[in-house]
Every structure is written in C-alpha cells, then in structure tokens.
C-alpha cells in the first residue's frame, strides 16, 4: 500500500504525461511511413513498384490516347509498407512522414497519388517511349559521357542498331 | 434550444469497437488510444464503453471475413440512432492486403453505411484521434 | 398542510431532488477528474457527467423484443425513485434536521437496498444471458455487503441508546443530536472498527473496483443494465449518483456530523467539503490502485474482516456499559 502511495503522490506532483494533440504539436519520429509522393521525373515506369505492392495499391497504365502512362496510387489499399520505396531504381516514389490520414467517405475514392509521364518520340525512328530519367544512369554508370546521353535518346530497338551493328 | 442541446451533447460521444476479423494491430492500435496516458482520449469526452447499447460512435476493423459477416451486420442494427461509423485501417474500406482471398466479402461500405475512413495499417494513434475529431463533427449534425 | 408543502419541496428542491442531482454528479465528476490525475492522464472537465446525461436523453430507446416490457421500464423507475426519497431522510447538521420520527434508520436500510432490487429486476427483465448473470451476482454481492452494515448500525445504535437511558435508538436525528452534545463518535476509540468496516462497505455498495462485480465491464458486457439505452440509461446513472449521496450523508451523520457554527451556507460548504474527502479516500484512491477481485473472493472477504471489525465495536460498546 504504501508503494502505491508514493506513486500517486508522484503521478499528482509531475502532472499529465498526455500528448498534446489534438489541441497542440505532437512529435513526429524521423522514418515514419506516411503518405507517397510520386516524382513523374525520376519514374522509369519499369513496373517493379506496382509488382511488389502489398495492397494492389499502384497502378500505370497508358491512356486512352496513347499520349503517356499514367501512374495511380489510391491510398485506401496501401499499408504503408514501403515495399515500393525499396525496391524503385531511381527512388521516384518516395513515403512521406504525414499521417494525417483521416477522410469523410465522400472522398474515399480522391484519395489518390496521381502522376504522367509523357512519352517522347525516339531520336532516330520517332516511335513514342518513356524518356529515361537521369537518375537510372546515375545508377547504371559511374560518369555519364556525351557518348551515353546520345544512346540515352534512342528507342530500345535504335539503340541495339547503333550499338551492335 | 436544439441547437443549444445539440451544442452540449456533442461533447460526450462514447465509443465502441466492433472487430469483424481483424489481425488486431488496429485493435491494439484502438486499446493504446483508450489505456495508456500519452493519448488520453478522455479529454474529448469520450468513454469506451462495453455495451452496444450504449455507443455513439461505432470504430470497425477488420476485413469483413464470411464468418463474421452476419453477427456483425445483426450487431450493428442494436446500436441506437444516431451514431457515427468509422472505419478503422486500410482492411475496411478496401480489403487492404487480404482482398483477393476467398474468406473476404468485400469492403465494409457494400453493407453498412460508413461515414469517416482513417487508412493505414495500422494508422498512427494520432490519425485516430483524427478520425475521432472528424466523426464528432459528423454527429453533431444527426443529434 | 404547510408540512406537506414543505414535505414536497424537501423531496422535489432541497436536499432531495434538483440539489441531490447536482450535488451527486458534481462530485462523480470530480471523481472522475482526480483519477485520471492519479493516473498522470487530464481527464474530462468536471461538468462531464451533465452532459453525460443530456446525451442520453438525445438518444433511441431500443428495447429487445422478448423482454418483459413492464418490468423492463419499471426498474430505473423504482430505484430512482427510492433513492430521492432516501436523500431526505439524511440530516446535515446545522442545515436540515431530517426526519424527527424514531425508526428512520431502519427505513433509510431498507431504502438502501432497493436500488440493487432496481439493477437485479432490470437485469432479468433483458431477456440476455449476461443480464442474468448481472442478477445473480448482484445477488451476492448484494447479500454480503448488507452483513457489515447491518452490524455497523446496530452498534452506533446500541451505543447512543445506551448512553442517553433507553436500549438502542434507530432514529438518526437522535444520534446526530447526541454527537452534538457528547463531541463526534469518530473520535471514540471504540468505534475506529466500526468506521474502517464502513469504510470498507463504501466501493462494495457503490460498485467501484476492486468490487464492481455485477457491472463488469470486459467480463459480462456491463451486465445488469446492458440493455438499457437512452432515458433509462440515465435513470440508472442518476440513481448511481444519488445512492452516492445517500451513502456518504450516512457516513457523516453516523460518525462526524459536527458543523462550524450557525450560518446556512458555511455549514453545506462544511458539508460538500466532508463529502469529498470522504469520496477520495474511500472511492478515488482504491479505484485507481487496485484491480477486480472474484466473486467468491469478494464473497469471503466481507465476510470475514468487516464483519469482524464492526463486531468487535459492538462488543467493545457491550463492555462499556
């Protein structure tokens, strides 16, 4: 009895413990898996994102006039895992640190990440392809040359031409 | 003087958890919201409380599995009007990542009318009391 | 006719009725806030249980369709009701005299006991499975907390009859009047057990931890009164909270009813201020630091240590005649 006694004396002088929220700041730890931001730039649209994704969540998909893919994540299957983060090449897709999650049911199906990316025509043969992000030669080359940006510009059929033969 | 009623009624909204075949990391998420000290949600008012008789603001988890569906669906007409639905985690609204399994029925909405989503898996306690904040305001409006 | 009138104004205003009411859910609610402070949380303002209960009345009563229907809605009745007639019979010292007739000790048991009757009728009326066994064990608990307080009584009773020529006086003004003259029986050493065993009789009656059996939450759904929503909900709430006035205006008239001269308002603040100790250090600080006990525990326990402190009063007021 009177170890509790002194505990509740302690409880009474040190005052709540509560987190201010809603009514204040809260802390936010560094890492937290929040909501995605999708940088159209740095995508290659290799898929690997939306193969991997636990919840179904991505999808890319060209649209109706075959001008670009577009890239959508609907938040309300995603759990957050930050398999799509790991396993992107260029780190396009990236998990924020905002948890502010909650929404009326009226917005479920806004609840999206939306992207485009523009198909740009081959240098040589002008069939449309998705331009190549500077970021995957970052990845693939140690110092990108003048003779690599060239290539970079090129279908995947006109660069096989040029490099082979 | 409704007006008035409604002002003062708002801020006593109790709350009551329905698991409709959750993996209960919400659920544990739902418990650290209510028990522990750091995210008292006393202050707004609100009490869990045992009975669903006495609820207001109704918090689902969970997948809504084949098993369960009919209890829950019995369940949710004893609580009385008006009242509030939150669905708590991606697993309600969606499936989240058992939706393609054959033991799921589909998302909660098909069969309940839900009112405020809070997606994560399992959202933050913070998000919760997010939700919480949101639902009152819904309620304030059916009281 | 002017005592009736005044009869209906002391059930209807003042102390039963509207003050009663406040009176009660002022202190649940500062109940409330105390012990979230002791468990390092802010907890709800103390105005919480009015709202509370304006709440409930903005509710639908959903009632089950195999229910009993007349005895469903005549228990929160009953026990709402005898609990306001009881607040009267409470003298506060120096602001009203209570009931002047001899016997109102024995009345204000009875009383005592109906709002448990009220939550075992409204638990067997619910036609539910945990409803029934919210009745049965309210049965027991009920059964063996009256045992001490029976005991309790009958010494207090005992001692002030004896003292002042007759056998043993069950009227409370009485005995409010004996500690008036002869100094408070709090400070008589041979009713320390006596006070401890009613003490301890406190959260057994009032179904707070480590004894709120009947009502639990996580065992039974919340037991007798699970099927109550909306206005008979808060029948019951609000008979909760006068049962707490009731118990406690015992305590101070049974064992220190002294008031701090002859002005009105002094005396009901001198009054507030005895219930609210007495509120903390029998109901706040045993919920907050202790957990529930079984029933046949709980069944053992007032058994044994109450019942024997209070005799051991009654045998101590025997030799000292």
């Known amino acids: 009895m009177s170890s509790f006694l002194k505990i509740a004396i302690r409880n009474l002088l040190k005052g709540p413990s509560t987190d201010t929220y809603p009514y204040g700041e809260t802390f936010v730890p560094k890492g937290l898996r929040g909501k995605i931001k999708y940088n159209a730039k740095a995508c290659v649209a290799c898929r690997m994102c939306e193969h991997v994704c636990a919840g179904g969540a991505i999808q890319i998909r060209e649209v109706s006039d075959k001008s670009g893919l577009e890239f959508i994540l609907w938040h309300n299957t995603c759990a957050f895992c930050g398999l799509c983060e790991h396993y992107c090449p260029t780190k396009a897709i990236r998990l924020t640190e905002d948890y502010h999650t909650a929404h009326r049911q009226e917005d479920k199906y806004r609840y999206v990440e939306k992207g485009f990316i523009k198909y740009v025509p081959c240098a040589s043969c002008g069939t449309p392809m998705v331009p190549t992000a500077p970021e995957l030669l970052n990845v693939a080359y140690d110092n990108v040359n003048k003779d690599i940006e060239r290539l970079s510009k090129l279908c995947s059929k006109c660069r096989k031409e040029k490099v082979c033969g | ?143 | 006719m002017t005592d009736f009138v005044q009869l209906i104004l002391n059930l209807l205003i003042f102390p039963g009725g509207l003050f009663a009411v406040a009176l009660g859910l002022f202190l649940m609610g500062i109940d409330r806030k105390i012990a979230a402070r002791l468990q390092r949380r802010v907890g709800p303002p103390v105005y919480q249980p009015f709202i509370d209960l304006v709440k409930l009345t903005r509710k639908e009563m959903v009632v089950p369709g195999t229910a009993h229907l007349q005895a469903f809605w005549f228990a929160p009745l009953l026990g709402f009701a005898g609990m306001m007639a009881a607040v009267t019979l409470i003298p506060i010292a120096g602001v009203y005299q209570g009931f002047k007739y001899s016997g109102d000790l024995l009345v204000l048991l009875y009383l005592l006991a109906l709002p448990a009757i009220a939550l075992m009728i409204g638990g067997s009326a619910s036609s539910s499975p945990f409803g029934a066994v919210g009745f049965s064990r309210e049965m027991v608990m009920m059964m063996s907390y009256e045992l001490p307080l029976l005991v309790v009584l009958v010494t207090i009773a005992l001692k002030v009859g004896l003292a002042t020529g007759g056998i043993a006086t069950f009227s409370l003004s009485e005995i409010v009047q004996f500690q008036l003259e002869n100094g408070a029986l709090l400070f008589d050493y041979t009713m320390l057990p006596a006070l401890l065993a009613f003490l301890v009789f406190i959260p057994g009656n009032m179904g707070v931890v480590p004894f709120d059996i009947p009502e639990a939450e996580t065992e039974i759904v919340e037991g007798p009164i699970l099927e109550y929503s909306g206005t008979g909900l808060a029948l019951f709430k609000l008979m909760t909270s006068l049962k707490m006035i009731v118990v406690l205006g015992l305590a101070i008239a049974l064992f220190f009813p002294t008031p701090l001269g002859k002005n009105f308002l002094v005396n009901l603040l001198w009054f507030f201020l005895k219930c609210l100790v007495l509120m903390v250090i029998a109901i706040t600080v045993v919920r907050t630091s202790t957990g529930r006990v079984r029933m046949d525990q709980a069944f053992k326990f007032y058994l044994r240590y109450p019942t024997v402190l209070a005799l051991i009063s009654l045998v101590l007021t025997l030799l000292q005649r």
């Open chain 2, 1 to 143: 003087m409704k007006k008035l009623l409604q002002k003062i009624a708002k801020k006593s909204p109790w709350l009551y958890r329905i698991n409709a075949g959750s993996c209960n990391g919400c659920d544990v998420e739902l418990a650290t919201t209510a028990c522990i000290p750091r995210y008292d949600v006393e202050r707004l008012g609100c009490k869990y409380c045992g009975s669903p008789k006495h609820a207001d603001i109704v918090l689902i988890t969970g997948p809504l599995t084949a098993r369960v569906k009919e209890k829950v669906l019995r369940l949710y007409d004893e609580i009385p009007d008006p009242k509030v639905t939150v669905a708590i985690g991606v697993c309600p609204i969606s499936g989240g990542v058992f939706r393609d399994s054959y033991a799921i029925t589909g998302p909660i909405d098909n069969f309940i009318p839900v009112d405020v989503n809070v997606p994560g898996c399992p959202p933050r306690p913070q998000a919760i009391i997010d939700g919480i904040v949101e639902a009152i305001k819904i309620w304030e409006t059916r009281l």
